[in-house]
């Protein structure tokens, strides 16, 4: 399984990026899919999920300024982002879980991660 991120870059504060992440080697109609993001210094966190039902959730810090999206015909998940801040500066990582609904989703209960994209934002 591979999980190929890219979209990621140096952008000033307010303005926004789309990171991409296109899975091979599994169908991802039957998997959840997210981002999660690691700063300097600080622990990796979850972003944002989408379920293969498609339902969504995010992390109290992006609410309102990033969508997570998934194209299953593309076999890829996307992780649009506007309004970005410098607290948003971090490696983002695109994830592949298949824990069912109702269950505490964290580090441990990702099957694959993917190779970190940089976000950057300047102020």
């Known amino acids: 399984v591979q999980l190929q991120a890219s979209g990621g870059g140096l952008v000033q504060a307010g303005g926004s990026l789309r990171l991409s992440c296109a899975a091979s080697g599994i169908n991802i109609k039957n998997y959840n899919m997210g981002w999660f993001r690691q700063s300097q210094g600080k622990e990796r966190e979850l972003v944002a999920r989408?379920?293969?039902?498609?339902?969504?959730s995010y992390a109290d810090s992006v609410k309102g300024r990033f969508t997570i999206s998934r194209d299953n015909a593309k076999n890829t998940v996307y992780l649009q982002m506007n309004s970005l801040r410098s607290e948003d500066t971090a490696v983002y990582y695109c994830?592949?879980?298949?824990?069912?609904?109702?269950?505490?989703?964290?580090?441990?209960?990702?099957?694959?991660w993917g190779e970190g994209t940089q976000v950057t934002v300047s102020s």
């Open positions: 994830t592949v879980d298949q824990l069912i609904s109702g269950a505490t989703m964290n580090v441990e209960a990702v099957h694959y």
């Open positions: 989408i379920r293969w039902t498609r339902t969504t």
